[in-house]
């Protein structure tokens, strides 16, 4: 084994307590500081790592706050069942809005093309849940390992009355305390999974043996080839007349819309692969740009490791 | 598996860059993909190795357009241990920034170029690590590579940094010195080839074998309550449990506990995590408490050990502190005073002194205190805090001031 790929094996399964530790503090002091925060749910699992942390948070009582969903009308439906088993699971109250309202109401515009998708307009719809609720806090699943200015995000990150992020006032913050005052018309996103790296979240699924979307691993499905990726084939697809799905075997190593997710190829079965998968893809690439000559490589890490 | 938080600041021409970038390619924490990245992007400026400094590019870039010089994370992990680093990009006078970036990092790395030696802001770093009490301060002596690896150039500058770390330094602070090239590679995670005349660590080696969390989990038992829990469901019908986050020391269950600021004493029946029952708990962990008998408790509250004779309640009282607003801090002006969670108004009532932190100086008579200063002031609060001394119990001795009209986090304070 070369030290590169020992280097993995050891990284398999260490998840450090001390960040379940802080990411409760953070819940607590939402519902300590705000009078009606929300968590927002999008069925992925950084937000389903969320409720589990919630719910840890506040045992033996109930998650003090709702799980709310923007539902865009293009989840998979495996998500929406999951969303719906997980509230029922935790007695979480659940409030789902849609983005066909917003679109109904005139107030968000449906995109054309063949990468028309919904993400960007789940915002208007979002917004309005806000304003509807008169929520102060919202709960989400970002880590600032994603990308560069997510480096920089707050814990408590303050956001105007259009939901918008100024990056030149953010807030110093220091030790572990928390300043969630603001002004009328302000309110707050709370990231409370911010020192999580993506390893972080799957060592944890594992070690908290949680419950996730079947569609993470391995099944067969009718896909189509598209700018190197698999993209899931749906009645929401734009397909072009070349763009013939065919089936195989696939897992979504992220889940959002069926739109905008591409799945990978993989026989990933149960969690300790996705993690060695997610190991190895680490080593090679990172993120969704998958050319042939890199999944090839990521492919025989995979090999060296030993599964199929 | 523990965390390790370490804090750098410093000027990019000291290689800290290069430096991050170094440990995180050597610990195998960049992807194939950033790294052919990097290759090209090295070979189009005409270098012959690695840039690793274009790793943090992006946040160059970022300054360049002008927007707030921040504090940025990284992340990397070994089989030891997780560690953030907290970047601190920044010009000689973002010691917001720096303050910010330090205030939970249990390591201080400076680095200083080997050519030019000890700089202002190698004093500067140095005293705002003394000031936050940082246990471990790693001086990286950076750039070997152009004074030819010379034993004698970094022993020069070593003596010259012993006698100004004499001046900074406290009891239970480590400080070390570090022969390096991030350039190259020398004592980053590998030992230096150029330098065998150094027998000391590497820097990761540095970073692996520190110890810090035995000290505060033998600290003074504190124990600020966050939350109160009551189910009220049949099951849990009288259950009230408080939970929170444990700042210092270690409870036990039926240890005699006493709430502060109202004093009433009680036993601690259990401490829970979720579905778990522990028979004890330390620093850091957040847990639910429940006691023998009902007494009246909320958020705010702080729970110490009943044995403690000398339980810390301030109502007057002087603090270091560091200003973050534009706007100057006045005496006479009323803030927020956040201590942990508790939250209780507060009058400045004297500036009392300006601290000077490359000279290790300073001045009394101080009509305010602007935006990156130090100083010392004397407050009065409208409650109680439960507050020590910041160098005695760091995790319980400090406190942020926020302005009540614009609802900013202002300063930062650390009770003397």
Same mark, same amino acid.
Request: hydrophobic share 40%; aromatic share 8%.
């Given at each position: 084994?070369?030290?590169?790929?020992?280097?993995?094996?050891?990284?398999?399964?260490?998840?450090?307590?001390?960040?379940?530790?802080?990411?409760?503090?953070?819940?607590?002091?939402?519902?300590?500081?705000?009078?009606?925060?929300?968590?927002?749910?999008?069925?992925?699992?950084?937000?389903?790592?969320?409720?589990?942390?919630?719910?840890?948070?506040?045992?033996?009582?109930?998650?003090?706050?709702?799980?709310?969903?923007?539902?865009?009308?293009?989840?998979?439906?495996?998500?929406?069942?999951?969303?719906?088993?997980?509230?029922?699971?935790?007695?979480?109250?659940?409030?789902?809005?849609?983005?066909?309202?917003?679109?109904?109401?005139?107030?968000?515009?449906?995109?054309?093309?063949?990468?028309?998708?919904?993400? %960007?307009?789940?915002?208007?719809?979002?917004? !309005?849940? =806000?304003? *509807?609720?008169?929520?102060? /806090?919202? #709960?989400?699943?970002?880590?600032?390992?994603?990308?560069?200015?997510?480096?920089?995000?707050?814990?408590?990150?303050?956001?105007?009355?259009?939901?918008?992020?100024?990056?030149?006032?953010?807030?110093?913050?220091?030790?572990?305390?928390?300043?969630?005052?603001?002004?009328?018309?302000?309110?707050?996103?709370?990231?409370?999974?911010?020192?999580?790296?993506?390893?972080?979240?799957?060592?944890?699924?594992?070690?908290?043996?949680?419950?996730?979307?079947?569609?993470?691993?391995?099944?067969?499905?009718?896909?189509?080839?598209?700018?190197?990726?698999?993209?899931?084939?749906?009645?929401?697809?734009?397909?072009?007349?070349?763009?013939?799905?065919?089936?195989?075997?696939?897992?979504?190593?992220?889940?959002?819309?069926?739109?905008?997710?591409?799945? %990978?190829?993989?026989?990933?079965?149960?969690? !300790?692969? =996705?993690? *060695?998968?997610?190991?190895? /893809?680490? #080593?090679?690439?990172?993120?969704?740009?998958?050319?042939?000559?890199?999944?090839?490589?990521?492919?025989?890490?995979?090999?060296?490791?030993?599964?199929? | 598996?523990?965390?390790?938080?370490?804090?750098?600041?410093?000027?990019?021409?000291?290689?800290?860059?290069?430096?991050?970038?170094?440990?995180?390619?050597?610990?195998?924490?960049?992807?194939?993909?950033?790294?052919?990245?990097?290759?090209?992007?090295?070979?189009?400026?005409?270098?012959?190795?690695?840039?690793?400094?274009?790793?943090?590019?992006?946040?160059?870039?970022?300054?360049?357009?002008?927007?707030?010089?921040?504090?940025?994370?990284?992340?990397?992990?070994?089989?030891?241990?997780?560690?953030?680093?907290?970047?601190?990009?920044?010009?000689?006078?973002?010691?917001?920034?720096?303050?910010?970036?330090?205030?939970?990092?249990?390591?201080?790395?400076?680095?200083?170029?080997?050519?030019?030696?000890?700089?202002?802001?190698?004093?500067?770093?140095?005293?705002?690590?003394?000031?936050?009490?940082?246990?471990?301060?790693?001086?990286?002596?950076?750039?070997?590579?152009?004074?030819?690896?010379?034993?004698?150039?970094?022993?020069?500058?070593?003596?010259?940094?012993?006698?100004?770390?004499?001046?900074?330094?406290?009891?239970?602070?480590?400080?070390?010195?570090?022969?390096?090239?991030?350039?190259?590679?020398?004592?980053?995670?590998?030992?230096?080839?150029?330098?065998?005349?150094?027998?000391?660590?590497?820097?990761?080696?540095?970073?692996?074998?520190?110890?810090?969390?035995?000290?505060?989990?033998?600290?003074?038992?504190?124990?600020?309550?966050?939350?109160?829990?009551?189910?009220?469901?049949?099951?849990?019908?009288?259950?009230?449990?408080?939970?929170?986050?444990?700042?210092?020391?270690?409870?036990?269950?039926?240890?005699?506990?006493?709430?502060?600021?109202?004093?009433?004493?009680?036993?601690?029946?259990?401490?829970?995590?979720?579905?778990?029952?522990?028979?004890?708990?330390?620093?850091?962990?957040?847990?639910?408490?429940?006691?023998?008998?009902?007494?009246?408790?909320?958020?705010?509250?702080?729970?110490?050990?009943?044995?403690?004779?000398?339980?810390?309640?301030?109502?007057?009282?002087?603090?270091?502190?560091?200003?973050?607003?534009?706007?100057?801090?006045?005496?006479?002006?009323?803030?927020?005073?956040?201590?942990?969670?508790?939250?209780?108004?507060?009058?400045?009532?004297?500036?009392?002194?300006?601290?000077?932190?490359?000279?290790?100086?300073?001045?009394?008579?101080?009509?305010?205190?602007?935006?990156?200063?130090?100083?010392?002031?004397?407050?009065?609060?409208?409650?109680?805090?439960?507050?020590?001394?910041?160098?005695?119990?760091?995790?319980?001795?400090?406190?942020?001031?926020?302005?009540?009209?614009?609802?900013?986090?202002?300063?930062?304070?650390?009770?003397?």
């Amino acid at each position: 084994m070369s030290t590169k790929m020992s280097a993995i094996h050891n990284k398999i399964g260490h998840f450090p307590r001390e960040l379940e530790d802080e990411s409760i503090y953070i819940m607590r002091e939402v519902a300590a500081q705000f009078d009606r925060p929300a968590l927002l749910f999008s069925g992925g699992k950084d937000s389903i790592t969320l409720v589990r942390l919630a719910q840890k948070a506040f045992f033996p009582g109930k998650i003090p706050f709702p799980l709310v969903h923007i539902d865009t009308g293009h989840n998979f439906p495996e998500t929406i069942e999951f969303r719906d088993w997980l509230a029922k699971e935790t007695g979480a109250e659940l409030i789902v809005r849609y983005v066909q309202d917003s679109i109904d109401q005139g107030k968000a515009t449906e995109e054309r093309g063949k990468y028309a998708s919904r993400n %960007v307009l789940q915002t208007v719809t979002l917004l !309005d849940t =806000i304003e *509807e609720f008169k929520f102060d /806090a919202c #709960i989400g699943g970002a880590r600032r390992d994603e990308e560069k200015a997510r480096a920089k995000e707050r814990i408590f990150s303050v956001r105007d009355d259009f939901g918008q992020w100024d990056a030149k006032r953010q807030r110093p913050e220091l030790f572990d305390m928390l300043n969630g005052r603001i002004s009328v018309g302000e309110n707050v996103r709370v990231f409370p999974i911010s020192n999580w790296t993506e390893l972080d979240v799957w060592n944890y699924i594992k070690e908290e043996k949680m419950e996730i979307p079947s569609i993470y691993f391995a099944h067969q499905r009718q896909v189509i080839q598209r700018d190197g990726m698999l993209w899931a084939d749906s009645e929401y697809l734009n397909k072009e007349a070349d763009e013939i799905p065919f089936e195989t075997t696939v897992r979504f190593r992220t889940v959002g819309d069926m739109t905008c997710t591409a799945a %990978v190829s993989s026989h990933a079965v149960d969690i !300790d692969v =996705i993690i *060695e998968e997610i190991l190895s /893809a680490e #080593i090679s690439e990172r993120g969704a740009r998958i050319d042939d000559k890199r999944s090839e490589a990521a492919m025989e890490k995979r090999k060296q490791q030993g599964y199929f | 598996m523990d965390i390790l938080r370490i804090a750098t600041a410093g000027s990019v021409d000291d290689g800290k860059s290069t430096l991050i970038g170094r440990l995180l390619y050597e610990t195998n924490s960049i992807t194939k993909d950033k790294i052919e990245a990097l290759e090209s992007a090295s070979k189009r400026k005409g270098l012959n190795f690695l840039d690793l400094s274009l790793l943090t590019d992006g946040l160059i870039a970022e300054r360049e357009q002008g927007i707030t010089i921040d504090v940025a994370h990284i992340y990397f992990s070994t089989p030891t241990r997780k560690y953030i680093i907290a970047d601190t990009p920044g010009h000689i006078e973002y010691t917001r920034n720096m303050v910010t970036g330090a205030s939970n990092a249990k390591v201080s790395l400076i680095l200083v170029d080997a050519r030019q030696g000890i700089v202002e802001q190698t004093a500067r770093h140095l005293s705002i690590a003394s000031l936050l009490r940082i246990p471990k301060v790693i001086i990286c002596v950076n750039k070997m590579d152009l004074v030819q690896y010379q034993e004698s150039k970094f022993n020069e500058i070593r003596d010259k940094l012993s006698e100004l770390v004499r001046k900074t330094t406290f009891q239970g602070q480590t400080v070390s010195y570090l022969p390096i090239s991030s350039l190259f590679g020398q004592n980053i995670t590998k030992k230096a080839v150029e330098m065998p005349w150094f027998n000391g660590n590497t820097l990761l080696e540095e970073l692996e074998t520190f110890e810090f969390a035995e000290t505060l989990a033998q600290a003074p038992a504190r124990f600020p309550v966050q939350f109160v829990v009551r189910p009220m469901t049949e099951a849990y019908h009288d259950y009230r449990g408080y939970a929170g986050k444990i700042s210092s020391g270690t409870f036990k269950v039926g240890d005699e506990i006493r709430v502060l600021p109202t004093g009433q004493t009680s036993t601690i029946a259990t401490i829970e995590k979720f579905e778990k029952s522990l028979d004890q708990a330390i620093a850091g962990e957040s847990i639910v408490m429940t006691l023998t008998n009902d007494i009246d408790i909320s958020r705010g509250n702080s729970i110490v050990l009943a044995s403690e004779t000398n339980v810390p309640s301030l109502k007057d009282f002087s603090a270091h502190v560091c200003w973050l607003d534009h706007q100057a801090l006045s005496p006479g002006k009323t803030y927020l005073l956040q201590h942990g969670i508790h939250v209780t108004k507060a009058k400045i009532t004297q500036i009392t002194e300006r601290l000077d932190v490359t000279q290790q100086t300073s001045t009394t008579e101080v009509g305010q205190l602007n935006l990156n200063e130090i100083g010392k002031i004397s407050l009065r609060t409208a409650q109680a805090i439960s507050a020590d001394v910041y160098a005695e119990n760091p995790s319980n001795g400090s406190f942020i001031l926020i302005d009540e009209f614009s609802n900013s986090t202002v300063g930062v304070g650390f009770v003397v």
